[in-house]
């Protein structure tokens, strides 16, 4: 079956460090993972994707990492901020009976930031 | 554009009671998506739609049902609430699963 999992549930980090979270994913047919940030009260929000055909994807003070062979994917933040503090979601694209899309989440890492 | 909209954002009703949890997009994407988050938990799919009159569902639709009789709407119904639907529910729209857009949720409590 597919299931999308994380090997920290909490993770804290001191301010201006760099936070790496990551997430283990089984389907090996996903060619499309996406990390979200979901702040307390709110919904998730989007942060950075990355297709199947990219080991790598940078944005602002983000990047992601994909590797395929052992289903991996990472979130790196680099200098951590408080405002990064939240629960951070990573999801992979499935394809459902019907031929559509749907995204399959994990169970989330908390960032914590000490000032 | 107010993107996807969710209300009521807090609800608590009793065992075997029934509400509607509404959502509305203006982004006129065909997906729209139901999940439920339980505490400590990630993100379940509950029924999900790829357009208009489609609806199917998703990996925990027992007791609900959902109707899409147009694309700006996607509620959500509880015909008998139980505690086991205790939950934060988000609704989501998209045009692919690239362009996912959440709302603020809905958070019921059954008692």
């Known amino acids: 079956g597919e299931s999308v999992g994380l090997h920290l549930p909490t993770l804290s980090v001191q301010e201006g460090d760099n936070s790496i979270i990551n997430c283990a994913y089984s389907?090996?047919?996903?060619?499309?993972f996406i990390w979200y940030k979901q702040e307390s009260g709110k919904g998730p929000q989007f942060i950075i994707d990355?297709?199947?055909?990219?080991d790598k994807r940078q944005g602002q003070r983000v990047t992601v990492l994909l590797n395929k062979t052992v289903k991996h994917l990472s979130l790196q933040i680099a200098a951590t901020q408080p405002g990064d503090s939240a629960v951070y979601f990573c999801?992979?694209?499935?394809?459902?009976?019907?031929?559509?899309?749907?995204?399959?989440f994990g169970k989330g890492t908390k960032l914590t930031v000490n000032p | 554009n107010a993107g996807v909209t969710q209300t009521p954002k807090f609800r608590i009703l009793k065992i075997g009671q029934s509400m509607t949890l509404q959502c509305t997009q203006d982004?006129?994407?065909?997906?729209m998506y139901w999940y439920r988050q339980d505490p400590g938990m990630g993100l379940k799919l509950i029924y999900y739609?790829?357009?208009?009159?489609?609806?199917d569902k998703g990996e925990v639709p027992n007791g609900y049902n959902v109707s899409r009789s147009t694309t700006e709407d996607f509620p959500l119904r509880l015909e008998l609430a139980a505690p086991s639907q205790t939950s934060v529910y988000f609704c989501?729209?998209?045009?692919?699963?690239?362009?996912?857009?959440f709302g603020s949720g809905t958070r019921l409590t059954v008692v």
């Open positions: 389907n090996s047919a996903s060619d499309y």
């Open positions: 989501a729209s998209s045009y692919r699963v690239e362009g996912y857009t």
């Open positions: 982004m006129n994407h065909n997906y």
């Open positions: 739609s790829v357009g208009a009159g489609i609806t």
């Open positions: 999801a992979e694209s499935s394809r459902t009976q019907g031929g559509s899309e749907k995204l399959v």
């Open positions: 990355i297709r199947s055909n990219m």
